[in-house]
């Protein structure tokens, strides 16, 4: 089969995918253990006004129509309104205002580990069973196995009381001084004027300030660093034994015999082959990112989609898990198309049977 | 020790030909039960009790089966839908019971003649009519009446038995007492402190378990070198390699002190868990006060033993007022942290082995299928579990257990919330180990002793068990202690969260969660010890599945850490 076949394959059966997964959160919504109408309308309310949202949520139809609505207005992208956490307003608006926390906070702890966790690796690759090696290794292992949880409040601890640990290096007021806890500010970039060109609108005016960006990157640093901390654990693992692999292939022997130096081996050579077996490990990463971020904000004060989602199942608003349990479908199912096409674009060697 | 190479001989004749070395170990293993005789006995008769309760709550299902349908449909439907809700569980259990205790087949014994696949569905009949028949007897005849007797009187016997002393039983060493003026101390072992009989009570536990194993080992290699057929397998080098790896012996070490710990917890724990923990208002012991000996309750004496940061501390190694030792320190409430600690693991490794254990049932079952079958039913199964792949893990199972405990659901009781979390994880885990192990399966169903047993006519289910499970079982053993760590990090975030295991069951991350405003003080201990035991338990439990890896298949590499990691996002 060749590779563009497989490519179009796996996105054909993607659709089933997202349905049945939807169908899923259907099931777990509506014929659940908890009625999602008690939760809305509280223990006082009566039974008039039960109905009245009983309609308008239209769970006083049949189960079959239900479903053929759920899902015709989630594939549809019309996702509701909240009923519990903020009455009334539309789920679009709620992500609007809780998904560029979240996006901010993935983007960093991706990055973090990226840029600690391949490096560490490839270092511990290239230089195989020495001291150096074992600390990495050994540390990177006992650093996958912390739970985020546990890491968040030591991490917290230790910044609270940095001027003990670090002689005298107080992290609060290092730079621009903050609170430990709390949302990150994402106002530093503004676009202040518009101008239209026929139906597109083009920003001109922007807004940007540098103290702001810097504080809102140390504002979200220290939970990057705990939500990526599993994923820089993986991808020193991976990165150490596919370093390993390449560094004892037959070209790389060849490119030795032929008298290469080191330097251009090493780059050339050994580290591009080597990133290969890593592209499934990072497009993994978002998986645990969007589930796991739930802890760490609670714990950071971060009031980004896990807190949205943790408060929507605790409160009882059913409507509004529904709706964001169908965007984090969405988005896990594109981010695997998009590492299925990686792979399609680099790795032209594996034959897809 | 085989004569020729193609020997006949069942292991029993082998054994009864050369007793000898069988029976001195065989005597070994008695002298070590009758040590722990009463703790065994007190297990077994726990087990009973679970196993009695899970059994009625099975055999109330007909009846709430037929009650909702009765309701929606009519008497006699609901009459319909009982009948085929027992026969439906009884033909489960006839595949158990003929699997577990017929050892030959009915339908040859009746010599009826019929096909391989035939013959299967007439022999589950035949038992399932058998158990129709027996189950009858037990509810509408006094031969209930005569096995619930029988039952009781066992169970009786048992209790008996628990009650005689083992080595590590707290009355013989006992670390509770109190210290008189002159700083001697009276009630504990030989007159020891609390704390040096508390860690020589440890120590006998440990020992006891280490001697058990070592037992264990000798066990095998009496049965390697005297009564098994062939002088090598190829199973002798994979535990030799295992021996070799320090790193996988690293964990296995670790996974066995946990082990010990939990099935010992209230022994190795230095006040129980009864008294300490669940009822602490109803148990008394005694301590030297101002007016002599007295006595006063765990409650009472635990306000005085809280750690709350500052001068309010108990900590790590340490005694409170009232002359007990914490070898943990205490909680934010004055209970003792170690008991709370061990109890705590009991409680993660049952539910992080049940929930693994369902998990790769499902996944060695649909593995063999998808494999065997290959088709529409692989696809079905790749988008069932893609799909629920798709849903966050962690956001799923933290949604679920959510709603049954906020509904009060009655699975959501039992064990405090245990079982609930084991079956949560379990359903939502499996995809993650069945992408494991599809590999292996398909390239097994491709094998040539596949086609050879499919053209003899063996049915499908035998040709699975028998000729494929076995290459799987060791890939399964990999991920499935790879992917245990994950389940245990995840029970912990969700208590660390209160939607994991309620109080008063004790459990890991509800520790952190009640330690972490306290951690920047003196009582740094009660949120820092679990997490650490965490860490160092997940750890084990990763290493020993890369010994395991080593050790059956050493030119295979790390190739799939996502197995391991995915079941966290705690």
């Known amino acids: 089969m060749s590779r563009w076949r497989y ?46 949202i009983e309609e308008r949520l239209g769970l006083n139809e049949p189960l079959w129509q239900q479903y053929i609505d759920f899902m015709v207005n989630m594939l549809t992208f019309n996702l509701g309104q909240s009923w519990v956490i903020q009455p009334g307003r539309s789920v679009e608006s709620l992500l609007m205002t809780y998904a560029p926390r979240t996006l ?58 940095s001027e003990r640990f670090f002689f005298g290096l107080s992290w609060q007021s ?118 796991g971020s739930v802890i760490v904000e609670v714990i950071f004060g971060i009031n980004g989609l896990g807190y949205l989602f943790f408060q929507a199942a605790v409160q009882g608003d059913l409507p509004l898990v529904g709706s964001l349990m169908f965007i984090f479908i969405v988005l896990i199912v594109s981010i695997n198309i998009l590492q299925d096409f990686l792979y399609t674009v680099l790795d032209p060697r594996v034959g897809y049977e | 020790m085989s004569m020729n190479e193609f020997d006949d001989k069942t292991l029993r004749e082998r054994i009864a030909d050369n007793p000898q070395p069988a029976l001195a170990w065989l005597a070994g293993v008695l002298v070590l039960v009758a040590l722990e005789l009463g703790r065994l006995a007190s297990g077994l008769v726990q087990v009973g009790e679970t196993t009695r309760f899970a059994l009625g709550g099975i055999a109330s299902v007909p009846g709430s089966v037929e009650e909702s349908v009765a309701s929606s449909l009519g008497e006699i439907a609901g009459l319909v839908a009982f009948g085929l809700t027992v026969l439906v569980l009884l033909g489960i259990a006839a595949i158990l019971v003929k699997w577990l205790l017929i050892p030959w087949t009915l339908v040859d014994r009746l010599g009826i003649e019929a096909s391989t696949g035939v013959k299967d569905i007439i022999e589950r009949v035949i038992v399932t009519g058998l158990l129709v028949v027996a189950a009858a ?76 194993l070592a037992w264990l080992w000798r066990g095998y290699e009496t049965f390697r070198e005297h009564y098994r057929e062939a002088d090598w397998t190829p199973r002798d080098d994979s535990i030799n390699r295992l021996r070799n790896h320090y790193w996988g012996m690293f964990g296995l070490i670790v996974v066995i002190m946990f082990l010990v710990m939990a099935l010992w917890a209230p022994a190795v724990s230095p006040a129980t868990a009864e008294a300490n923990l669940y009822q602490p208002y109803e148990h008394e012991f005694e301590y030297y006060g101002d007016d002599g000996v007295e006595s006063i309750t765990h409650g009472e004496a635990n306000s005085d033993s809280r750690s709350q940061g500052g001068d309010t501390n108990v900590g790590v190694m340490s005694y409170d007022n009232h002359d007990r030792f914490h070898p943990f320190g205490t909680n934010t409430d004055g209970k003792d942290l170690f008991t709370f600690l061990a109890y705590g693991a009991q409680v993660s490794l049952v539910i992080g082995l049940l929930a693994t254990v369902l998990m790769a049932v499902i996944a060695t079952a649909l593995a063999l299928i998808t494999a065997y079958y290959k088709g529409v039913t692989d696809l079905v199964t790749i988008v069932a ?32 919330g245990g079982l609930l979390l084991a079956l949560i994880f379990a359903g939502t885990g499996w995809p993650l180990l069945w992408r494991s ?82 951690i920047a003080t003196s009582s740094w201990h009660i949120a820092t010890l679990p997490g650490i035991l965490v860490v160092l338990l997940v750890t084990g439990f990763n290493a020993l599945g890369d010994g395991i890896r080593d050790a059956i298949d050493p030119q295979s590499e790390a190739s799939d850490g996502a197995a391991g990691a995915a079941g966290g996002g705690g």
């Open chain 1, 174 to 291: 290092l730079g621009v001084s903050n609170n430990l806890i709390g949302q990150p500010p994402l106002d530093f970039i503004a676009f202040t004027d518009w101008i239209t060109v026929g139906i597109i609108s083009i920003p001109v005016g922007v807004y940007f300030s540098f103290s702001t960006l810097i504080e809102s990157i140390k504002q979200v640093m220290p939970a990057a660093i705990v939500l990526g901390s599993a994923a820089m654990g993986n991808e020193m693992r991976i990165g150490r034994t596919a370093v390993l692999e390449t560094i004892n292939s037959n070209y790389v022997e060849t490119a030795k015999a032929k008298g290469l130096r080191d330097r251009v081996i090493v780059w050339k050579h050994v580290f591009r082959n080597a990133l290969v077996p890593l592209v499934p490990i990072i497009t993994n990463e978002a998986f645990i990112l969007i589930g």
């Open chain 2, 437 to 518: 192990v599809r590999g292996p399966a398909l390239q097994v169903s491709e094998q040539e002793w596949i086609d050879a047993a499919k053209s003899y006519g063996q049915s499908p289910a035998a040709t699975m068990r028998k000729h494929m499970a076995p290459y799987i079982a060791g890939y399964m053993l990999i991920y499935a202690s790879l992917s245990l760590g994950g389940v245990i990090i995840g029970v912990a975030a969700l208590s660390f969260l209160g939607f994991g295991v309620q109080a008063p069951t004790p459990e890991w991350g509800r520790a952190v969660y009640e330690g972490q405003s306290y």
């Open chain 1, 7 to 52: 490519f179009f394959r796996r996105l054909l059966l993607s659709v089933p995918v997202v349905l049945f997964g939807l169908t899923i959160t259907f099931v777990i919504v509506r014929m659940g253990p908890i009625d999602p109408v008690a939760a809305i309308v509280g223990p006082e309310g009566g039974g008039a006004s039960r109905g009245r």
């Open chain 2, 385 to 416: 579990s893609d799909s629920i792949i798709s849903l966050p893990r962690f956001l799923l199972v933290l949604l679920l257990s959510v709603l049954f405990m906020q509904a009060n659901h009655p699975v959501a009781e039992i064990y405090d």
């Open chain 2, 137 to 212: 007897l037990v509810v509408l005849t006094p031969v209930g009446g005569v096995l619930e007797m029988a039952v009781s009187a066992l169970t009786r016997g048992v209790e008996w038995v628990s009650s005689l002393p083992t080595i590590t039983s707290r009355e013989l060493i006992s670390n509770e007492g109190y210290q008189l003026p002159d700083g001697s101390w009276e009630g504990t072992f030989l007159g020891l402190s609390p704390a040096v009989a508390w860690a020589l009570r440890v120590a006998v536990v440990y020992a006891y378990a280490l001697v058990w």
């Open chain 1, 104 to 161: 901010w906070l993935g983007f960093w702890s991706v990055l973090i580990a990226i840029c600690i966790g391949i490096p560490l690796g490839f270092y511990a690759g290239l230089n195989p069973n020495t001291k150096s090696d074992y600390l990495a290794s050994f540390g990177g292992i006992v650093w996958r196995a912390m739970p985020n949880f546990w890491l968040a409040i030591i991490i917290l601890a230790v910044l609270r009381q």
